[in-house]
């Protein structure tokens, strides 16, 4: 099911409020154009999924927070950020989850200089 | 007066390097964070650069006390992007291998746990052994001893050997007797049962906002288990029943293992009596691609830490991208709040009841 940035946050908690109560995963893939992060959410009591997908532009990539909905975005968010450089808005900005790297680098993205030393990653 | 302890990243209490940072007053944790990443090998991107059949090697260092549970996974996930069906003999199988594989890692866990616990070396130098017999089945049923691995895409990469059924139900009633053991000598311990009764509880709200799985979700009685919601291979035609339990204290977490374990041992039994002949070995190796370009697909297993998701875009010769949602991960971060306002010795109690692998969290 696809999105916008601006209504996440609401089809969100129109989903929890249906019952699907139980987050699966947030995670995002790089398409170069576009870069989508998806959120998949759970109903435990009827056995359904759904998946929320946003578009981003790979330039200007971000997304609100979703912990006030979502207890379990904690660490999901933070690895997204770290892996993919998508800013998550309205939290507290802590320190990333896996490398700490100093924030630029998006280790996952398809541009991601792999074959560099270290160093000059980011 | 508040105090700051660190503990690791090399600890024998961790189970591998993880560091947690806690805050405590007195003896009472304030706040513990567990700081990841150290096994950290961007797994995630070493498979976007290679062909699909290079990758189950990545797969089974993920979760290096379940290999097989992980090789699977990456294997139904290929299989399920190339629309490939799996033979009905190496589906049962598979049922096999992997239930033999859960009570072996949940053998390592209660052996490690128990250590934790003030057990000191019996039980884990028991149930070492104990896995060790299961170790060898699973090297006589793929050839390797560490790593096994014996999916194919659309099977396997060898039948069971001959004598393979009767080996393993003589295991199987050894380990039946052995479990029962275990259960006797660790529930009239004072010293077990005081350090896990009421210890850690985790409610059912809590558990699901905070998305745990496996084992941990069950103990705190939410009664979801994939091998019956979504079940995959023949699990829809075994007895298989998921084992939860109400109390969501660490005691909850290890009853919830141990029928488990007994669970495991009654689906075996009965897969390896089922289990039709024929053919059962997957398709060679050089005809291993998903045609279509991005092609999606998904596959969620249980796994012995919990439910094990891949999601797949997948290319004519190498996985797009695929996003791991490994159960050490999800559990591991409801640490920081199982842990709080509990007393500083019960953390290791809490941290061993969730059964992390630190390869699987970190990817």
């Given at each position: 099911?696809?999105?916008e940035?601006k209504?996440?946050?609401d089809?969100?908690?129109?989903?929890?409020s249906?019952?699907?109560?139980y987050?699966?995963?947030?995670?995002?893939?790089?398409?170069?154009?576009?870069?989508?992060?998806?959120y998949?959410?759970?109903n435990?009591?009827?056995?359904?999924e759904e998946a929320l997908?946003?578009?981003?532009?790979?330039?200007?990539a971000?997304v609100?927070?979703?912990?006030?909905?979502?207890?379990a975005?904690?660490?999901?968010?933070r690895?997204?950020?770290e892996?993919?450089?998508?800013?998550i808005?309205?939290?507290d900005?802590?320190?990333?989850l896996l490398?700490?790297?100093?924030?630029?680098?998006a280790p996952?993205?398809?541009?991601?200089?792999?074959?560099?030393p270290?160093?000059?990653m980011? | 007066?508040?105090?700051?302890i660190?503990i690791?990243?090399?600890?024998p209490?961790?189970?591998g390097?993880?560091r947690?940072v806690?805050?405590?007053?007195?003896?009472?944790?304030?706040?513990?964070?567990?700081?990841?990443?150290?096994?950290?090998?961007?797994?995630e991107?070493l498979?976007e650069n290679?062909?699909?059949?290079q990758?189950?090697?990545?797969?089974?260092?993920?979760d290096?006390a379940a290999p097989?549970?992980?090789?699977e996974?990456?294997?139904?996930t290929?299989?399920?992007?190339m629309?490939?069906?799996?033979?009905?003999?190496a589906q049962w199988?598979?049922v096999?291998?992997?239930?033999?594989q859960?009570i072996a890692?949940?053998l390592?866990?209660l052996g490690?746990?128990a250590n934790?616990?003030g057990?000191?070396?019996?039980?884990?130098?028991?149930?070492?052994?104990?896995?060790d017999?299961i170790?060898?089945?699973?090297?006589?049923?793929s050839g390797a001893?560490?790593?096994?691995?014996n999916?194919r895409?659309?099977?396997l990469?060898?039948?069971?050997?001959?004598?393979f059924?009767?080996?393993?139900?003589?295991?199987l009633?050894?380990?039946?007797k052995?479990?029962?053991?275990?259960e006797?000598?660790?529930e009239?311990?004072?010293v077990?049962?005081?350090?896990?009764r009421?210890?850690?509880?985790l409610?059912?709200?809590?558990?699901?906002?905070l998305g745990?799985?496996?084992?941990?979700l069950?103990?705190?009685g939410?009664?979801?288990?994939?091998?019956k919601?979504?079940?995959y291979?023949?699990?829809g035609?075994?007895?298989?029943?998921?084992?939860?339990?109400?109390e969501?204290?660490?005691?909850a977490?290890y009853?919830?293992?141990?029928?488990?374990?007994?669970e495991?041992i009654?689906?075996v039994r009965e897969?390896?009596?089922?289990m039709?002949?024929g053919?059962?070995?997957?398709?060679?190796?050089?005809?291993?691609t998903?045609g279509a370009k991005?092609?999606?697909?998904?596959?969620s297993?249980?796994?012995?830490?919990?439910e094990?998701i891949?999601?797949?875009?997948?290319?004519?010769?190498?996985?797009y991208?695929l996003?791991?949602?490994?159960?050490t991960?999800v559990?591991l971060?409801?640490?920081?709040?199982?842990?709080?306002?509990c007393?500083?010795?019960?953390?290791?109690?809490?941290?061993g009841?969730?059964?992390?692998?630190?390869?699987d969290a970190?990817?």
């Open positions: 099911m696809k999105t940035r209504e996440l946050l089809s969100l908690r129109g989903l929890y249906k019952g699907y109560t987050l699966v995963k947030i995670y995002a893939i790089d398409y170069v154009k576009t870069l989508n992060a998806i998949v959410v759970r435990l009591e009827e056995m359904k997908e946003v578009e981003l532009d790979p330039a200007d971000w609100p927070s979703v912990m006030r909905i979502y207890k975005a904690d660490w999901y968010e690895e997204m950020q892996m993919f450089a998508i800013v808005r309205d939290r900005a802590e320190r990333l490398e700490k790297w100093n924030g630029t680098a996952l993205r398809k541009n991601f200089a792999w074959s560099e270290y160093e000059k980011g | 007066m508040n105090t700051r660190n690791g990243p090399v600890h209490s961790t189970h390097v993880l947690l806690a805050d405590i007053d007195g003896d009472t944790v304030l706040n513990v964070e567990p700081h990841i990443g150290f096994l950290h090998r961007g797994v991107k498979v290679r062909m699909y059949m990758s189950p090697t990545y797969m089974e260092k993920l290096y097989m549970s992980y090789d996974l990456y294997v139904a290929v299989e399920k992007a629309g490939v069906e799996i033979k009905e003999r199988v598979r096999v291998l992997l239930e033999l859960r890692s949940h390592l866990w490690t746990t934790d616990l057990q000191f070396f019996t039980l884990f130098m028991w149930t070492m052994k104990d896995r017999i170790l060898r089945l699973l090297e006589r049923a001893r560490m790593f096994y691995m999916m895409i659309g099977g990469v060898q039948d069971l050997p001959p004598g059924g009767e080996s393993a139900q003589e295991v009633d050894y380990l039946e052995r479990v029962k053991k275990y006797a000598y660790l009239r311990n004072p077990f049962v005081g350090r896990t009421g210890v850690g509880i409610n059912r709200e809590d558990a699901i906002s745990v799985t496996g084992p941990v069950r103990a705190s939410v009664d979801y288990d994939t091998r919601y979504n079940a291979y023949v699990y035609k075994l007895s298989f029943r998921p084992q939860t339990r109400s969501g204290d660490v005691f977490r009853k919830v293992r141990m029928l488990e374990m007994g495991s009654r689906l897969a390896l009596d089922r039709p002949d053919d059962a070995v997957g398709m060679p190796v050089r005809l291993i998903p991005n092609r999606e697909a998904r596959a297993r249980e796994t012995p830490r919990g094990g891949m999601y797949m875009i997948a290319d004519p010769q190498k996985p991208r996003a791991i949602r490994s159960p991960f559990n971060a409801a640490l920081q709040h199982i842990a709080k306002d007393r500083m010795a019960d953390v290791f109690a809490i941290l009841s969730l059964d992390i692998v630190m390869g970190d990817k």
